[in-house]
């Protein structure tokens, strides 16, 4: 359905557990080909490292895995501001074969056209899929990991920008963003973003209370546009909370 469902969680070591719970969840659902889309920014570090650690990188079965980014920001592939450079660092150069990460392009591709970066990445989610029509029956991910930013968006999907409201395209660029760091983005388009049996935000912190109080009352911002044809959870820290909503 398209409704969210909230899960409270006590602090940010919890939440990283309750999101790793999910991801193992989704990949045993699912016997064969699994197709996760990560997230950047700080919320899903330690998520990524909790699934390096013994207990949970001896059950994955990371052959059948594959990993992909939800938005990028242009800046070199080793950048540590690079999303999926985080992603790898964190756990995927660890435990992944590398043929089954697959990245925005952001250094063979004109640094100063994110729609070149875009393009090429549009093309290998529709290989990938082996289809360039979403069909709601078969979504094209399994799991798509989600942030919340200070100004509601998700993904590089920034209130008031076109990228928003982009009903065609599976990938789109973005020129310049709306919060730090200031350099022009990536990002898969909302409905690429729903085409999935999970989409799970992590959301932490004090910094998100304020935020998050807008959004559940309902403002029309991205990261409120952004729900999976399936299943969406909010997986939200009591930190993070407002006082309202709070147990
Ligand atoms: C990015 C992320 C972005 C992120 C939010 C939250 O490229 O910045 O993909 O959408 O999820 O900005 O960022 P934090 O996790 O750092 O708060």
């Known amino acids: 359905s398209h409704e969210r469902k ?18 193992i969840a989704r990949i045993e659902q699912n016997p064969g080909r699994v197709a996760v889309c990560l997230t950047g920014g700080s919320s899903p570090k330690a998520l990524y490292q909790l699934l390096a650690t ?33 992603a790898r660092q964190a756990f995927l150069d660890r435990c992944a074969p590398a043929a089954n990460v697959h990245p925005i392009a952001t250094d063979t591709a004109d640094l100063n056209d994110p729609d070149v970066s875009a393009a090429l990445y549009e093309n290998e989610l529709m290989a990938f899929y082996g289809a360039e029509q ?8 399994d799991l798509v990991l989600m942030g919340v930013g200070p100004d509601g968006h998700t993904a590089s999907l920034f209130p008031g920008y076109p990228a928003v409201a982009e009903s065609a395209r599976w990938v789109v660029g973005v020129p310049k963003a709306n919060v730090e760091p200031f350099v022009p983005r990536v990002t898969l388009t909302l409905p690429t973003l729903a085409s999935c049996r999970e989409m799970l935000f992590e959301i932490a912190g004090e910094s998100k209370r304020a935020i998050l109080a807008r959004l559940l009352a309902g403002e029309d911002l991205p990261a409120n546009r952004a729900r999976s044809q399936h299943e969406t959870v909010w997986l939200v820290d009591q930190a993070a909370l407002p006082e309202d909503f709070r147990g």
């Open 54 to 86: 013994r207990e949970y990188r001896d059950t994955i079965p990371w052959d059948r895995i594959d990993w992909f980014i939800g938005d990028e920001r242009l800046v070199p592939r080793k950048d540590p501001l690079h999303n999926m450079c985080m």
């Open 6 to 23: 909230i899960i409270p969680v006590a602090d940010p070591a919890a939440l990283a557990k309750a999101a790793a719970e999910r991801v």
């Open 134 to 141: 979403l069909d709601p029956a078969r979504p094209l991910f």
